[in-house]
């Protein structure tokens, strides 16, 4: 059972398929609510003990730019005129998987 008192690192690691690390804001990557149940101790993930999510399902520029999505929303969540972000058209079809896998 997970010792619920131990104190949370304010920083996560999230892997790519390809191996990347992203080395992220909790309050960041808690953007997804797939990251956020995986790092909840209350679910009892192995990822809420080590504070390290694999996401074999993303490729490391994928990630990269979902993190930077992260970022951007925790930045501007509060904003009500908030500018585009820069998406390539290369990476459309796989940052909308992304989002429908993560939940964001």
Same mark, same amino acid.
């Given at each position: 059972m997970a010792d619920t008192n131990?104190?949370?690192?304010p920083f996560v690691t999230l892997v790519s398929a390809?191996?990347?690390e992203?080395? =992220?804001r909790r309050s960041a990557a808690c953007v997804s609510g797939t990251i956020r149940r995986m790092l909840d101790v209350q679910n009892?993930?192995?990822e809420a003990q080590s504070g390290v999510c694999h996401l074999e399902n993303l490729s490391g520029? =994928?990630?990269e730019k979902v993190v930077e999505y992260f970022y951007y929303n925790e930045k501007h969540h509060?904003?009500?005129s908030v500018a585009d972000m820069d998406i390539p058209a290369d990476l459309?079809?796989?940052l909308l998987m992304a989002a429908d896998y993560l939940d964001t």
């Amino acid at each position: 059972m997970a010792d619920t008192n131990k104190e949370l690192s304010p920083f996560v690691t999230l892997v790519s398929a390809d191996g990347f690390e992203f080395h =992220v804001r909790r309050s960041a990557a808690c953007v997804s609510g797939t990251i956020r149940r995986m790092l909840d101790v209350q679910n009892n993930f192995s990822e809420a003990q080590s504070g390290v999510c694999h996401l074999e399902n993303l490729s490391g520029i =994928v990630l990269e730019k979902v993190v930077e999505y992260f970022y951007y929303n925790e930045k501007h969540h509060q904003s009500s005129s908030v500018a585009d972000m820069d998406i390539p058209a290369d990476l459309c079809l796989e940052l909308l998987m992304a989002a429908d896998y993560l939940d964001t």
